[in-house]
């Protein structure tokens, strides 16, 4: 009898222990203690950072995305406040399309445009822009952005897009003052949640 009240509470213990841990793995990640936090999606997995591509019937989803109208729009959900956004797109652009992408700010987009010449290619190219998230448009922790390709007019000829990564950056927490850093996290989750 006290044996298997010992092996309970030994087991009640190790849940308890567990559950901790991964309360504050995930504490941890949201944090981003050394200020940085990198998200991929290769929209063939869940991932908690990012949304489908919407609105559906514009994008042919499979291994590797097709889209077939414009525009296109995506989530990138925010555990917590971050000052830059750096977005790394895998595409193909067959037709040489303009592409731009940006997040919404409070007045409409801010669009970049990912490539200077558009250049028909049949080989996948990795482009990044680089956005400043001081005024953006953020809401219940989402930022939403848009794929831009104005001249994509015809279904048969679209843009495959195979992944999306995004690398945010701001301060690491021990800098200047940790409680400040701390109470902005409690905070912006109270604001945005």
Request: charged share 25%.
């Amino acid at each position: 009898m006290e044996q298997t009240r010992l092996i309970s509470k030994i087991v009640a213990g190790l849940i308890f222990g567990g559950v901790i841990v991964v309360l504050l793995l995930l504490l941890v990640n949201d944090l981003a203690w050394a200020g940085s936090l990198q998200v991929k999606t290769d929209f063939l997995k869940f991932t908690p950072y990012f949304s489908i591509l919407k609105p559906q019937d514009r994008v042919t989803m499979s291994e590797i995305n097709y889209l077939k109208a414009e525009p296109i729009y995506f989530d990138l959900y925010l555990p917590r406040d971050f000052d830059k956004a750096t977005v790394k797109i895998e595409y193909k652009n067959e037709f040489g399309y303009k592409i731009s992408l940006g997040p919404n700010i409070k007045s409409g987009w801010d669009l970049k445009p990912l490539e200077d010449l558009p250049v028909p290619s049949k080989d996948y190219k990795i482009k990044s822009t680089e956005f400043d998230l001081a005024d953006k448009n953020i809401n219940n922790g989402k930022l939403r952005f848009m794929l831009s390709i104005p001249d994509l007019k015809d279904e048969n000829m679209g843009v495959y897009l195979k992944s999306i990564s995004v690398d945010l950056t701001r301060k690491p927490i021990w800098q200047d003052n940790i409680g400040q850093n701390l109470l902005n996290y409690f905070k912006y989750v109270k604001n945005q949640f």
